[in-house]
């Protein structure tokens, strides 16, 4: 029997995941599979509430108290050197906790991998729920990602991870930064599914503007050398139509090139190899979830 660790990064946010939790078990139910979660909570200020968890196939949840605040990511990418340091499984699943990774699509990453067994599956994002203004920042976030490094990335953390593929990530500096586009470079032998992208469970949304291009910035960091040469490539080209022509306005282009890969190297000296390889010493203790009844 398969055995399958559902990853979940939570910040401030217990009540979204009991209730996920009780909807991941729902969905679950008729998996012949051991099924496992870990909750990494980032440092959260707000004390964990007492759960009221009637769970029948879980096999466990626990809870992995960090020390420090790191963020999504960087919580993913510890969460990839527990496991493979320390667990013994055959995938990851690495969610959301607010309800927006929708557990109605575990099962379409369960089916897939059963299908290819060896590929990382990611859930692609044919449809999202947001508002029109961040649906509009998402649609140039991709097409700025297309343009500057070639590649068409549609999906996010969701996924379903084989422990090969794991052990591959978490041996990349470009997984403390990114970790869709740590996916994209690192995993070549991947397949995929449609996704909805659903809405939080409770409360606003807490990617902030500045948030969401740190989060843009750092998956095209994680393609760095092909920006350069593709911002290199441009500048040349765009040198040789306006010579002659050189003013102010002709040259702004030039200066916005030049700020946004000034930005993307700041933005990619947030990859750590070190600070990955250390990154267990930021756990300061594991809860085990008990109220509930597993079997």
Request: charged share 25%.
């Amino acid at each position: 029997m398969k055995k399958f660790v559902i990853l979940i990064p939570i910040y401030n946010d217990w009540k979204s995941v009991f209730k996920l939790l009780n909807n991941i078990d729902l969905q679950v139910a008729d998996w012949d599979a051991e099924i496992s979660v870990l909750i990494f909570n980032d440092a959260s200020t707000e004390e964990r509430p007492a759960s009221e968890l009637n769970l029948k196939k879980l096999k466990s949840v626990r809870v992995i108290n960090m020390s420090y605040n790191r963020g999504h990511a960087r919580c993913n990418a510890t969460g990839l050197k527990y496991l493979t340091e320390k667990e013994d499984f055959d995938y990851v699943i690495p969610m959301d906790g607010d309800g927006e990774d929708r557990p109605e699509e575990l099962t379409l990453l369960f089916n897939k991998s059963k299908e290819s067994p060896s590929k990382t599956v990611t859930l692609d994002r044919i449809k999202r729920s947001e508002g029109f203004f961040f649906k509009l920042l998402y649609e140039c976030h991709k097409i700025l990602t297309y343009v500057f490094t070639g590649e068409l990335i549609k999906f996010g953390n969701y996924s379903c991870i084989p422990k090969e593929d794991a052990a591959k990530l978490v041996k990349e500096a470009c997984t403390w930064s990114s970790f869709s586009g740590s996916i994209t470079k690192v995993i070549s032998n991947r397949t995929s599914v449609p996704s909805i992208r659903g809405k939080r469970y409770f409360g606003p949304s807490k990617m902030n503007l500045f948030n969401l291009l740190i989060h843009s910035f750092a998956i095209i960091a994680v393609f760095k050398t092909a920006v350069i040469f593709r911002s290199i490539l441009f500048l040349f080209i765009y040198l040789f139509f306006i010579f002659g022509n050189i003013s102010f306005i002709t040259l702004l282009p030039i200066f916005t090139v030049l700020i946004f890969l000034l930005l993307i190297l700041k933005v990619s000296s947030r990859e750590n190899i070190d600070e990955l390889k250390n990154s267990l010493e930021n756990i300061n203790s594991i809860d085990i979830l008990s109220n509930f009844n597993s079997r």
